[in-house]
């Protein structure tokens, strides 16, 4: 179960959703269940990041209006994925965030997660992910 949290200044809800809508894709087309991708926005308060002792927005960018000024991600995947899916899946985060030459700060952390310290409610039941049926495990690699 792929889960994503992402903090940046606000984002419109269409922005949000075509951000979630292209990272959805991109790990189903890798074999994940849509359902498993967790995707979190979180908003930056103005004044809570700091990089260097100065708040991000003091940051300078460059002039460039299709890219995020800054952001933050924190992906949780599973722990066997290997440094190409990673890489791979870095690039396709930046690039749906508009990351480029206007971007001041981006910062992602790959955090692997092994499934037996995953928990998911199952019909009001909490589960871990290593011990779903045979037939969930059968359709899904580890995220």
Do not use: N
Not at 20 to 29: I, K, Q, S, Y
């Amino acid at each position: 179960m792929p889960t994503i949290t992402i903090t940046t200044p606000e984002l419109a809800p269409p922005a949000r959703r075509a951000v979630t809508v292209r990272l959805t894709r991109w790990l189903t087309a890798r074999g994940v269940t849509p359902s498993h991708v967790v995707i979190r926005f979180v908003t930056e308060p103005p004044g809570s990041l700091y990089a260097g002792a100065m708040p991000v927005e003091a940051l300078p960018a460059a002039p460039d209006d299709r890219s995020i000024h800054h952001a933050g991600v924190v992906c949780q995947i599973g722990a066997e994925r290997d440094e190409a899916f990673r890489d791979a899946l870095a690039a396709e985060i930046g690039d749906a965030l508009r990351v480029g030459a206007g971007t001041a700060f981006f910062h992602l952390d790959m955090r692997p997660a092994a499934r037996s310290h995953v928990y998911v409610a199952v019909d009001g039941r909490l589960r871990r992910a290593d011990r779903l049926g045979a037939a969930e495990e059968t359709k899904e690699p580890a995220a």
